[in-house]
């Protein structure tokens, strides 16, 4: 511990980025997952035609 | 697309979902700009910490609403052993979750602000050593639930891990009172300045509206999960079966 303040404006961007990215890709991930058992893609009986 | 059980119909009260539940999370969305806003351009900068002490603005809603969502996930598992109901075990899941989401970035936070106020990325300080300890037993939740295919003794046991990890969260919140700590007591609005303290709300509101929303989106979806499991279980052991016997012989 120096107790020497080294951290401006470079720590406080990097830190709300890593937030902002983590949670951007967490929202997209349930909603990918929504839309994946929301039953509006292929029905199985289509797909099993195929 | 062509897995046959990802696309069995939804229930119609899972297709729904939750209307109120888009409006949290739009609420916390808007929240959690007005308080980046306010605590990157419109707050002052500290005295002896100069601009760095914003991070505070992400960090402390952070800690606050895993702090939150592992609480909820103690009333879950509490409640999914009481009633033995899905819906509690999905909800369990959810907070669980966004719980340790939101735990890995207050270390990620915290490690960034440690280095550039102590000097260092990391110190086995109590208050840093039990918030990765947390992580590391709700982690293990996620994980045991991976290892239990019957549903029935998957909840019971998750609810038991979520209860037995549940006894690090009190000791991360009280740690700094309790024991010398390099991480700071928590502070009042009575001792920071209140241009200081309306981000940091805006912000802690905007992440448990956000974590709501979070939480029940991934309730919908294991409760989904749940029932496509209850109601395709040959399907999913037919695609476990070897395609042919010849492919397999050669």
Known sequence: ?50 | VADPVSFAPASGSTRRGFPWALAFGLVGLALLLAGAYVGLFVAPSERYMGDVQRIMYVHVPSAWTSLLAFTAAFGFAIAALWSGRDKWDAALVGAVEVGVILNALVLAQGMIWGKATWGVWWDWDVRLTTTLIMLLLFTGVLALRGFIDDARRRVTWSAIAVIVSYVDVPLVYLCVRWWRSLHQVQSTPETVHPLMVLPLRLSAFGMIFLAVWMITRRAQIELERGRREAVAPPERLARLQPTSPGRSAS
């Open chain 1, 1 to 50: 511990v120096t107790g020497e303040i080294t951290g401006g404006w470079g720590s406080v961007v990097a830190a709300y980025a890593i937030t902002a990215t983590v949670l951007l890709i967490e929202a997209l991930r349930l909603a990918r997952a929504r839309r994946r058992t929301s039953g509006r893609s292929v029905p199985a009986s289509q797909e099993d035609k195929r």
